[in-house]
Structures are given as C-alpha cells and as structure tokens.
C-alpha cells in the first residue's frame, strides 16, 4: 500500500529558530557589551557561590559565553539546512543514472564536521553549494573569536563623579580672628566692657602670605583632582577716586604740612595711605592726612589710629566707617639736592614763592600727577569656583556687592556677660548697647562677623597704610609702610616706586651706583637692567580689590577659622566633582556586528537555500544514525562488500572507494523495495545488504 508522504515541518522551523536565536543572542551580547561602556574596571566585582572574582574576569567570560551561543545556534541552523541539500543531490544523482562514488559521498557528507574533508577539492566542484554551506559552518566560529574582543579597556583621564563633601568654609562667627579682647573696665558688675585689641596671628600670617605670594594659598580639597563652587558672605574692599574737591582739600592740607615750620624743608611725602583719625575728646573726626597742632605744626599721626579708639571712660561704643585713604604724588620725587650744597633749599620748600600754587593747585609745581583713592569695607557675597589638577590650585572669584548700604563700620569695644548678678555669668551676653548696665543676657550674634571683618580689614591695611618720603639732601626714601613689599608695586600709578625707576630717576650729575655702573663694560658688574620691566597696565585700585579678595578666600587655609563641622550649626556638605583617571571599559560595537552580520548573513542565506530544498524535494532529513540506517536499507553498491569489510573500519578499502552507489527513494517515489524472497538463496551478503551491516 502506498504511503502518503508529508513535509516533517519540525526541521525548517527549527532552522528559523535556529537562526532568530543566533540574533538574540548576538543582540544580547551588545546589550551586555554597551551597558559595560566608561565603567571603571575596578568598581564592580560578583560574587559566585560565596567566592568574590573580578568583574572584568567574570564580564570577559560572559561575552565569550554569548559569542558561543551565537556560533551554536547558527551553526546548528547551516548544518541542517546542509544535510537537506545533501540527500537531496544524493537522491537526484541516482534518478539521472549519475550515482556517486562512496568515497565522494564520504567527503561531502563528513564537510560539516571533518575540516580534512573541505581539502577534497575536486569534489567540491562538483557540489558547490554544498561547498559554500559547509564552509559557512567553519567560518561562522571566527565571529565568536573576533566578538569577545570587541570589549577591551583603556586609560580614561578627568572621568568625573560627583558626591557631596565637607569642602573648607569661613566662619566668621569665630572669635578666632580676633586677638584678646580685654575688660579694662567695667560699667557694672552686670555688663562688662571688651575692647577690640586686633587681628590675631593667625589672620596676620595669611595676609603676609597672600602679600607675598601674590595669590590665593594653598586650600585643602577632598581630592587632588577636583572641582566645586562654593557661595558665601564676606568682606570686600572697593576703591574709588575722591571727588575733586576732597582732593584739593588733602592737597592744600599737604602743602600746610611742607610750610608749617620756618626755615626748615619737611620731607615731602611722595606716597599717603592712612584712616580717618577720632579725636573723642573733642567728639571730631579729621579725614585730611596731616593732623594741625595749636602750635600751627602738622604731624602725620598712626595712620590706623582708628582699629584703636579709645574712650576716656570707656563708656560709649565709637561707630566709624571704615574707609581709607591713598595718595600718590610721583612729582615730590623732584624734590632732590640740586649741588653739594647742603644749605640747598628744596623747591618744596618754596611753595610760597612758586608761581603755580593756586586754590586750584595747592601744590604748585609739584602738584602733577596726583591719584587720590578712597576703598571701603563692605560685607559682599562670594561666588567661588575652585579646581584642582594634580593638587594644582586655581580659585576663580566673582564678587557681588549688596549696596552702599551694606557697609561695615568699625566698632571699638562691645559689652559681655560680668561676674555678678542672677545668672549674669552663664548666659551668652554680646552687643554694644550704651548706658550704664547695657542688655545682660542679650546675644547679638551680627557683631562677630562685624568684629571678624574689622579683624580681617586691619592687617590687610597694615601693608598699605604710612608714608614714604625723601630726604632732599641724601635722596633715600624712608618708607613706614610695606606697600613696596607687595605686587601692588606693579602697577601703574606705583611704578615709579619700582627700584628700576628710583635708579634711573637719580640725576646725571649725582647718579646712585647702580646707574653709575650701568654702561660699565666690565662683564662682572651685572647692573641695573636686568631689573627694567614693561611697565604694568593693572590699576592699583584693582590690584587692592582682587588682592583682598585674595586675602578673605585664603582665610579658609586655616582650619581655626572654618566652621566646627561636627556641631549642629554646621553648614551642609558641598557637592564635589572629583576627576579620575581610570580604566574603563572601551565597546567597539562596529566590530561586534560586522562579525556577527556576516554570520547572519551567510546562515540565512543557507536557512533560505534549505527551506527550498525541503519544499522542492518534499521532505526534510537530518544527519541521524536512523536517517542513515533507513536510506542505506534501499542503496545499492556497483560491486559487493566483502566479508573483511563488514566492521567498517578505516581507511575505507579502495575499491569500495571507488565503487558507485545508487540512492533511491520511498516506494511512492519510483523505487521497489526488496523483499525476502527477492533475496533468498543467495549464497553471500549482497551489496544491498552489506550496506546495512
């Protein structure tokens, strides 16, 4: 009875899936891949069964592990579309009475499996298609070598991370700005009087340092590589020029001052920084330079009289506006000894006969060229950026001021708890209430930033206020302020204070050393031009400003003047950019889906070629023992098999090599099975038989 024969549709499905499943996995190896991109290599480890192993160990496993699902499912989806294609031409080759030799079959059968066999070239010839499919099975392996290495790990500079820090902050609620502030009398037992004594050292030693170095110090940060903005109230100073007519006011002061004393030359000052001056006594204050006696003689007092205002009897709190005052005035270097004469009298000492004096120059002569500033001290909001590069410091500043109202004054004592009283020692006591008792008990938080700013002002000023003259008859300056100490030299309103210029300016006649020796062609004298430099364009009240600046971010240098970050007040943690360099993952994903899309490729175009096979042939089959078993029952050898050859084992023997063998199909495809009876009597094994041994 004859058989209807169906397509087993289990073998192509299973080439598609085959194939859709090598792409899920190929899709899940870059997904895997992709999510490792810019991760450290360091950060992540797993732990497997309580071991912990290496994360790059253990990500590089995993791809490989993608990569040899990949080449499985496609090569199991080849492979099986190789064996459709296969019997088919087996089958074909016998119908056209073209059957194969067995040792031809040996070869193509084996061409997925025996890479010895794809060397048989002549054979391949013959089947090319085969030929194509089964080196697409050899060559689908190179993608699982090439894809794993598509992860690989490089040196990333400035990979960032930012975390919330504790970063050095001012706090200038601390007494620690403050030198001791002493109770030399005291208005009751109730309220005690402190006076304001000063900066103290600490705050001294940063506005030395930031003098000297020209620059904001040295700054703890959370890590070498770092960034992070920071905003907060401070002290700043502002300069402005004085208006034209406190100008000619402090002129006209300064030349009463050359001609207070008859018959004697004052030396002139060629530079004035100083604070207004309290007189309490007589409840006056002076803004001019030069203080007039009732004697009619002027004197330059301390020009920081004001840090130090003194009550006669302590009991009213001294409110001033801290303002200070410059002059600069080149042209009283002219003043110099004309001869050798030392009875020459200076022409600063002749203002009553210089033609030039008028209301509109005091100065006469001498008066060109003058620059008169005034800076204040003003409570500011800092907007602060720092960075550091290999522990390299840079602090950009952008200053924004509240306002003329927002000013500080100047305070000379302020009242604290005494000794006596109910409870008058143990409760916070700070304000600067007049009267006899003041307010016990009364905590005005506001006058320690206020003193702290007052603390912070003084030693900054300190470099800048005195004077520096000239004596007409020796030429050598004397200086009572450190400006010249300071890179508020280089600029140009003081560059003629530089010691380049001073050398140049001596006369021809009476020249110093140093400009003396200046043409000497003597190579052992290096002389004063290796000092000349090109002359500053910076402004000097910006100098002051930006230096000051400087000064205020540079208290946070020092860990007495930051916060206790361990109380409760403590301000909150800054967020903190820190800058690695680590390695990190590097995905070459391009490389990924060449290999993997050339894989595709080729096995779907095998899938495609093997499903036409099955629909073209009407039946699938794969490379099974039984698949064999059944086709060998109905093959028929050219010679027969002899009894040595029965166990199969190699090499196979030559002549049955060569021998052809005819594959035919099911009974319902134009074959007629043998039967017993065909066979009986037969006195060996036949070739029909001996195939199925």
């Known amino acids: ?12 499905i299973m080439m598609v899936l085959s194939l859709l499943s090598g792409v899920l996995f190929a899709l899940g190896h ?13 950060t992540n480890h797993y732990t497997i069964r309580g071991t912990q192993h290496p994360g790059q160990q253990v990500n590089i496993a995993i791809g490989t592990a993608f990569a040899f699902l990949v080449k499985a499912a496609f090569v199991l989806a080849v492979s099986t579309a190789y064996y459709q294609v296969f019997w088919k031409r087996a089958k074909h080759d016998s119908r056209v009475q073209k059957p194969p030799i067995l040792a031809r079959l040996d070869t193509t059968f084996s061409g997925t499996t025996n890479f010895v066999s794809l060397l048989n070239v002549p054979v391949w010839f013959r ?5 194509f499919m089964a080196c697409t099975v050899w060559l689908i392996p190179i993608a699982s070598i090439i894809t794993p290495a598509t992860l690989s790990v490089d040196l990333r500079e400035n990979i960032a991370e930012s975390t919330t820090q504790q970063v050095a902050q001012i706090d200038f609620f601390n007494l620690n700005f403050l030198a001791g502030m002493p109770s030399p009398a005291a208005a009751s037992r109730y309220s005690l009087l402190y006076v304001y004594n000063g900066p103290s050292q600490i705050v001294k030693r940063i506005a030395v340092g930031v003098a000297a170095q020209n620059s904001i110090l040295p700054i703890a940060a959370p ?7 920071l905003e907060f109230n401070g002290p700043s100073i502002k300069c402005d020029p004085i208006s034209s007519s406190e100008s000619l006011n402090f002129q006209a002061n300064i030349a009463q001052y ?11 000052a060629t530079y004035l920084a100083w604070f207004p001056r309290i007189n309490t006594a007589r409840n ?19 020009p920081e009289t004001i840090f130090n205002t003194e009550d006669a009897d302590f009991s009213n709190v001294i409110r001033q506006d801290a303002i200070m005052y410059i002059s600069i005035m080149p042209n009283m270097l002219s003043v110099r000894r004309s001869t050798l004469a030392f009875d020459s009298d200076p022409l600063a000492c002749e203002l009553d006969d210089d033609q030039q004096v008028s209301s509109e120059n005091p100065l006469g002569s001498v008066g060109g060229n003058i620059t008169m500033l005034q800076c204040r001290l003003y409570n500011s909001t800092y907007h602060t950026k720092f960075d550091y590069v290999n522990g390299a410091q840079t602090v950009s500043i952008n200053l924004v001021r509240q306002g003329m109202d927002n000013t500080v004054s100047l305070i000379n004592l302020v009242r604290g708890a005494g000794s006596g009283g109910s409870g008058s020692g143990k409760c916070a006591t700070l304000n600067y209430e007049d009267g006899k008792y003041g307010k016990p008990c009364d905590f005005d938080k506001s006058l320690l930033s206020q003193l702290s700013y007052q ?3 003084q030693p900054f000023a300190s470099l800048v206020t005195g004077n520096i003259t000239m004596s007409p008859m020796t030429n050598v300056l004397s200086d009572s302020t450190d400006i010249r100490s300071t890179s508020l030299l280089d600029t140009r309103e003081l560059d003629y204070l530089t010691d380049y210029a001073l050398h140049a300016s001596t006369s021809e006649m009476d020249p110093d050393l140093q400009k003396s020796l200046r043409g000497s062609n003597n190579s052992e004298v290096s002389g004063m031009t290796r000092l000349e430099q090109t002359t500053s364009n910076r402004s000097l009240q910006d100098a002051i400003e930006i230096m000051f600046q400087n000064f205020t971010v540079s208290l946070m240098s020092s860990s007495a003047l930051q916060p206790d970050y361990s109380s409760a007040g403590a301000p909150p943690k800054t967020l903190v950019t820190q800058f690695t360099s680590q390695t990190v993952y590097v995905y070459a994903a391009n490389k990924l889906w060449a290999a993997y899309g050339v894989a595709a490729v080729f096995t779907l175009g095998s899938v495609i070629i093997g499903i036409l096979t099955i629909l073209a042939d009407g039946a699938s089959y794969s490379n099974a023992f039984s698949t064999v078993l059944r086709v060998a029952r109905a093959a028929e050898l050219s010679i027969e098999v002899q009894e040595s050859d029965l166990d199969g084992r190699d090499p196979l023997p030559t002549h049955l090599a060569k021998a052809t063998v005819a594959i035919s199909g099911g009974k319902d495809r134009g074959w007629t099975p043998i039967t017993p009876e065909d066979s009986a009597g037969t006195k060996g094994p036949t070739a029909e038989t001996t195939l199925l041994a």
């Open 258 to 268: 050359i001609k207070s004393t008859p018959g004697y030359c004052k030396p002139p």
């Open 127 to 131: 089947y090319p298609l085969l030929f």
């Open 223 to 229: 890590f070498p590589n770092s960034s992070w903005e």
């Open 30 to 42: 870059h997904l895997f891949y992709n999510s490792l991109v810019d991760r450290p290599t360091s």
């Open 1 to 12: 009875m004859a058989t209807s024969v169906r397509i087993y549709w289990w073998t192509p």
């Open 455 to 457: 603390a912070t002002l």
């Open 284 to 302: 006056e204050s002076f803004n001019e330079p030069y203080i007039q006696s009732t004697q009619g003689n002027a004197s330059f007092p301390d």
